[in-house]
């Protein structure tokens, strides 16, 4: 199982891991070295605009639309930006591509462009992130905890978080109650 990333996994029902239970993970890079991406619709943890200040790049919220939410468990002290290609910050080192479409950096001077207002780049912030050893995570999917799918964009950053695990679901084209045991009219 390879060329898992760019794409999503989506969190099987029931998952059994409070960390990543109904979640849908931006799948940033798969390899022989293990996995890493972000919790797209992780629990949100401030307005963007808040981390410029708790960064100390702004002593006031510049007004910034976006949001940080848990990318994942490890390292939630650092934050990730992840944003579309068009969206690109020129002069800005420490950019890389998720796919063709996506880009993603953890540098404070993307936070600086965004706290001086000369950019209206949609940008989402990840806290953590979600990290496989190798196999780990092909081992997964083959026990069925993952089901793995297509990137689509507006999963990523059109889709209202709460929202993103039932249309991942659709991208796969099935439904999370076709993974219940239960038959209808049993108790």
Known sequence: MSGLAPGLIVA??????????????LLASH??????GWVINGR????????????EVMATAPDINGSVRLGG????EQVWLVYRVEDRFDG???QFSVGTSILATASR???EVLGEGSSTANVIGFAGYAGWAPMQLENEIRHGAWLPTD?????????PRDKAWERAFGLIGANPMSFTSRTVGSA
């Open 73 to 76: 468990p490890v390292s939630p």
């Open 44 to 55: 949100e943890l401030m307005p963007l605009s808040e981390l410029v200040v708790r960064a």
């Open 92 to 94: 800005v080192e420490g």
């Open 151 to 159: 990137l689509d964009l507006g999963i990523v950053f059109d889709v």
């Open 31 to 36: 390899g022989p070295e293990g996995a890493f």
């Open 109 to 111: 001077r993307v936070l």
């Open 12 to 25: 099987a029902p029931p998952l059994g891991d409070p960390n990543f239970e109904r979640s849908v993970v």
